[in-house]
């Protein structure tokens, strides 16, 4: 058969269903809920539960009969992140603009309608305002996921702006139209803001980091509390973001 689905291994399909039925609304799950999520029944998610336990790739809640992620798929995951030149080339030009404001710079990559965090520099601060490696934030309220939203291909920005924005704060873009606005002054002065939308308090820019062919891989960005990131800041900040990220997409190939 030329088909590529005869291919796919059903138990393998089946474990990674359940793995990906985790997220930050559910990270805690037993094998009932488990099994409702992905439609299998509670004895067969209860045998793909138990394997997945003895490798580690979820691990049982101490003292309750629920599930979440194992360690094993961070230990995975930074393999992927070690090998990639992207962070590898990033991290001097992060730490530079990190020490010279003095605020929390951090690195990451787009990744189905998410932000995905590879790298973070925490400024000196006492209070400092940052992501975690691995954290995934939504696009549409952060400067960097407006970054990647502004570069997407017609149609893929389409499909993301027809589904619901959710509201995060009473600043959080939650209009498509509104949105597209905004994306669209992101693509012309070539930054991204995120004003009080995730989280109240917090202002971040954030600047596209470009491969060989110029198509924007990653986004580098700059988080911090609004009494320091003042609006009147931001286009200093944002100036010294581009040049960090432009030298970052240099080492990668792209020529302005």
Known sequence: MNDRNSLHVRAVERALR?????????????????????DLHKATAHRIVTTLVHYGYLERVAGGHKYRLGLQLTHLGFKVVRRMDLRREALPHM???AQQWD????LSIYDHGEVFYIEVLQGNHALTIAASVGQRLPAHCTASGKVFLAHLPAGELEATLSRPLR??????????????????????????TDDE??????????APIRNQGGAVVAAMSMPGPTSRMTLDKVPEIASALRDA????SQRLGWRM
């Open 95 to 97: 730490t530079r603009v």
């Open 167 to 192: 509201s995060y704060t009473e600043k959080t873009i939650t209009s498509p139209e509104a949105l597209g606005r905004e994306i669209e002054v992101t693509r012309r002065r070539g930054y991204a």
């Open 245 to 248: 990220a432009d030298a970052v």
């Open 18 to 38: 359940i793995l990906e039925c985790f997220d930050d609304q559910h990270p805690e799950m037993g094998v009932s809920e488990i099994a409702q999520a992905v």
């Open 197 to 206: 939308e995730m989280e109240m308090g917090v202002r971040a820019v954030s």
């Open 103 to 106: 605020e929390t710079c951090d």
